[in-house]
């Protein structure tokens, strides 16, 4: 019975320790900004993408169709196909998601590159500036002065 208490104490010093709340922050503050970089490549720098190409950089109706439903009469999208039960051969999904990741990627390396550099100059302005001697560092060096004389 002991033992279960120990474990249990364990446990709730594991579970409310600063390393695990800093890590609970940190996976919701990490979902959060997943949703911004996503919304960022998606409506921001996609529609620029398509419009300096012409059209839309959307390539997920770029198939091949390797078993089709019999008698299958509906569109041929990738959607439709998809939905009746047909087996895809999807490469066009894959390139636009594979392109989509380089953006992606590309844009939090962005992100991250102007935040070390943010917080880089930070650090130098916060260095550059001398803290302020403490008080009776100062009353020590008064009475070294005074015993010198």
Known sequence: MSNTKGFVAEFREFAVKGNMIDLAVGVIIGAA???????????VIMPIIS????????????FL?????????????????????AVILAWGNFLTILINFFLLALVVFCIV????KARTKFMKEEAAAPA????????????????KK
Do not use: C, W
């Not at 008698?71 to 039960?85: C, I």
């Not at 590159?113 to 070390?116: L, M």
């Open 51 to 62: 419009f300096i190409f012409g059209g839309r950089v959307d390539f997920t109706n770029l």
């Open 113 to 116: 590159k102007a935040a070390n």
């Open 65 to 85: 169709v390797l078993s089709q439903p019999a008698n299958y009469t509906g569109p041929h999208t990738y959607a439709d196909m998809s939905k009746a039960g």
């Open 132 to 147: 302020p001697t403490p008080a009776d560092v100062l009353l020590l060096q008064e009475i070294r002065d005074l015993l």
């Open 33 to 43: 900004f997943g949703k911004i970089i996503d919304s960022l490549v998606k409506d």
